[in-house]
């Protein structure tokens, strides 16, 4: 199908991802742009900076009727979910708030309560953003652009084969409510990124069958895991565990010689299960289904 016919459902986010891409300039020294959970610009005092920007949507990621403090909650906690991913922390936020003409002031304000009682919590701060109208009708969107720092960014490209996956706590049935209230691993990724680093690491958004494919192909590796033991709730399957998505956990490859430290010495009451290992791309076995994908899911 020739590009001047292509839609986004034709092509899905990962592929309309890599065409806007290949337009851009590449990164410039000391910047590690598109295809990781931040953006990571390098200091010169040895720190890193992470920029992050993310949107929620009404219908999309949240249904109508949600708490508004839950839905502002769930705006910020994403973006401070991929600094964790990089073993980071965030700082600082900016808000982009479209509406339509229509929207109750108390709801709006009750999303900024969500934010602000979260941003609390992890020592981060609302430092300006921007309001737009939309029209009448249209659902509400938020679009979170962050900013935070990490010591040692850990990138999803540094895998190798052999090197064994772990998730952190349990996935699927996030519609049940953990979609709104996930706790993002931000301690538990500066944990690691000190103690354990990871040659690899993302967050689990989409699900693993979708995430984890994507961590592979930017380490340049293949995968393997045992999918009966997937950490889930009692009542899921694992094809839930795989494909339901929003776990928001963590997933990362550790080389073999870290594992004794990692294990015997991790310091959370969050689960952690070893689930399989990097191989390389001949050794691999894909997954058969795919999690959330943008513009194809409904």
């Known amino acids: 199908m020739p590009s001047s016919t292509r839609t986004c459902a034709d092509i899905g986010e990962d592929e309309l991802i890599a065409s806007l891409s290949s337009i851009l300039p590449s990164s410039s020294p000391g910047v590690t742009g598109i295809g990781d959970d931040c953006a990571v610009i390098s200091r010169e005092d040895g720190t890193s900076t992470l920029l992050k920007v993310d949107a929620i949507q009404e219908g999309v990621h949240y249904f109508p009727g949600t708490d508004p403090k839950l839905i502002g909650r769930k705006a910020v906690a994403r973006v401070a979910s991929d600094m964790a991913a990089m073993g980071g922390s ?8 479209a509406c339509s003409p229509e929207t109750l002031e108390k709801e ?14 992890c020592g981060a701060s609302i430092v300006g953003g921007e309001t737009t109208s939309l029209a009448p009708g249209a659902p509400l969107l938020l679009s979170i652009s962050g900013e935070g720092k990490a010591l040692k960014p850990i990138l999803r490209s540094g895998g190798q084969a052999d090197d064994i996956l772990y998730v952190t706590g349990e996935l699927g049935g996030s519609l049940d409510g953990h979609h709104l209230t996930f706790q993002p691993r931000i301690e538990e990724g500066q944990w690691l990124s000190k103690n354990a680093p990871p040659s690899a690491m993302m967050d689990l958004s989409d699900g693993l069958a979708q995430d984890l494919p994507r961590l592979a ?14 950490p889930r709730k009692p009542h899921l399957s694992i094809h839930h565990a795989m494909t339901d998505g929003e776990d928001y956990e963590l997933l990362f490859a550790l080389s073999p010689s870290l594992t004794q430290t990692l294990e015997q010495h991790w310091p959370f009451d969050t689960p952690l299960t070893r689930i399989g290992r990097l191989t390389t791309i001949e050794d691999s076995t894909p997954f058969t289904q ?7 899911d409904s």
């Open 108 to 121: 709006l304000l009750s999303i900024y309560e969500g934010m602000q009682q979260f941003l609390a919590e």
């Open 290 to 296: 795919t999690g959330w994908q943008h513009f194809t």
């Open 90 to 97: 965030l700082d600082h936020i900016l808000v982009t708030l």
């Open 217 to 230: 192909k930017a380490s340049q590796t293949g995968y393997q895991i045992a999918p009966e033991k997937l």
